[in-house]
């Protein structure tokens, strides 16, 4: 590919272009923000990282063949160091990298494919996921992004974010684009709103599930979450679709129909959302009505309710009919990898694979399986290192509240000592009898499955999908549900 670098400037937003030095118009060849891929004739973006800045590697690009250097850093002394070099001094080199990855792509090549976007707390993969199997159903071709898995419409790929960095994202888009998707249901994560990843996507829906504490080490607080969440709406989305039995969906909705033209439609059991959910009670299976139409599903929990609500209201409103959605999900075996995923042992104890890593993920899968048929409900979990330290007394309040017995171990303990975040979530608990901790994961579900007994649930929770610990900066591998049935086989 070769393009002017007038062509590209011209479509980056004026304000965010501070500054140029030695310029000339000229043929390009590339567009990277990694030195070490830098080619002959190429633009470098030195992005200003959380843990790195690019303006560091500058020289390196230079001597590497880049032609045009863009920085946040003042250009002084640049532009005689390098005079055969063009400097360009912006703002915001994350919103800019994005924009440059779209660019490479072609102009708006994104507009064919219909965006379903995802964001909150808890439910976004559980959504993404159903979009994606009931496009299957209603023959429907679709790509998929989110915390499990990529596809592109032909090929299936590891997920390594829960929307993935912008030179992948725009990749994957491309590739939908090619291979001709309908659609593409993605989640939408807070960091990759704080991140500018989305550059100037425009999705037909986007979705707004819950607000709950999380991430408050990276957002500081639940203010500064909610705003970046409500930033997607602002910015990228044409119809929101929001649950407002939420305290955040309530003001998101209010707030969005105040001061935005955005379409707005509300659900939830409140009476005065657009699509109203009245439960039918079901110890077997998930019944429900939403505007007085039947649903029901092989989803177990109140809050697929919701997940499948998200999925419904957003459907009709591209145009599907709700009796073809009725009978898509009524007759369809749906399932989320992790998501309350089961396992049933000789013993007649059922163990759910889940991956509630939150407080109110951890306080949903536990109210909902207390509704189950069940003698004993035996609860194993821990909490991820270097992240948010708040919600670890309430997990452990949560589960020795919810649960007859509680294991604590460990879930990722990443650069923390495992014991001291098991600390942390027993601080809230010190005093009850009905925990115990071991630090091994591994003998934590083994002992877990080792004193269960006929009529018991055991509930595995943090990890779900998940095939790794992370320990001192390596992922080791290792799987929940893959534990259970070595144990299960005796081994």
């Given at each position: ?465 998940e095939n790794y610990q992370e320990i ?9 549900s893959e534990e259970v049935r070595k ?5």
């Amino acid at each position: 590919m070769s393009f002017k670098l007038s062509d590209f400037l011209a479509e980056l937003p004026a304000e965010l272009i501070k500054g140029k030095m030695n310029y000339a118009d000229c043929i390009l060849s590339d567009i990277t923000s990694n030195s070490q891929k830098v080619v002959r004739d190429s633009i470098f973006i030195a992005v200003n990282g959380a843990n790195v800045d690019g303006a560091d590697f500058i020289c390196e690009a230079i001597q590497k063949g880049a032609k045009v250097i863009l920085t946040e850093r003042n250009l002084d002394g640049w532009g005689a160091k390098y005079p055969e070099i063009v400097f360009i001094q912006i703002e915001n080199s994350r919103l800019i990298n994005s924009l440059s990855c779209e660019f490479l792509c072609g102009k708006n090549f994104w507009e064919q494919l219909t965006l379903l976007g995802v964001t909150g707390t808890n439910g976004k993969t559980t959504t993404v996921y159903l979009l994606y199997q009931i496009f299957e159903q209603l023959n429907k071709k679709s790509g998929l992004i989110s915390t499990i898995k990529y596809f592109d419409g032909k090929t299936s790929s590891a997920s390594t974010h829960t929307t993935p960095p912008a030179e992948k994202l725009f990749s994957l888009l491309s590739a939908c684009s090619s291979n001709l998707c309908e659609y593409v249901p993605m989640e939408i994560s807070s960091h990759s709103l704080a991140q500018c990843r989305l550059g100037s996507l425009k999705f037909r829906i986007g979705m707004f599930t819950n607000l709950s504490g999380e991430h408050l080490d990276f957002h500081h607080d639940m203010e500064n979450y909610y705003q970046i969440k409500k930033s997607f709406f602002v910015k990228h989305v044409e119809i929101a679709v929001v649950n407002i039995d939420n305290e955040y969906g309530a003001r998101l909705a209010e707030e969005l129909k105040n001061e935005t033209a955005i379409k707005v439609v509300t659900f939830g059991i409140s009476k005065s959302a657009d699509y109203q959910i009245k439960i039918i009670p079901s110890s077997k299976k998930t019944e429900f009505t939403l505007n007085d139409i039947e649903f029901c599903s092989n989803l177990l929990g109140e809050y697929n309710i919701y997940n499948l609500t998200t999925v419904i209201v957003s459907l009709m409103q591209l145009g599907f009919a709700p009796e073809v959605l009725k009978n898509v999900i009524k007759n369809s075996e749906l399932t989320i990898p992790g998501r309350l995923e089961l396992i049933t042992l000789k013993k007649d104890v059922r163990v759910f694979i889940d991956y509630a890593h939150t407080d109110d993920a951890l306080k949903n899968v536990l109210s909902n399986l207390k509704k189950l048929p069940h003698k004993k409900i035996i609860v194993v979990f821990g909490c991820g290192g270097n992240r948010d330290k708040f919600k670890r007394p309430r997990m452990g309040e949560i589960a020795s509240t919810l649960a007859d017995w509680v294991i604590i171990t460990t879930d990722n303990p990443r650069f923390e000592e495992p014991m001291a975040i098991i600390d942390d979530i027993k601080s809230a608990i010190q005093d009850r009898l009905n925990y115990e901790i071991i630090e091994n994961r591994a003998d934590a579900i083994k002992k877990a499955l080792a004193i269960s007994e006929n009529g018991d649930i055991v509930i595995i929770a943090g990890k779900g999908h998940e095939n790794y610990q992370e320990i001192n900066g390596e992922r080791c591998y290792f799987s929940d549900s893959e534990e259970v049935r070595k144990f299960e086989m005796g081994k």
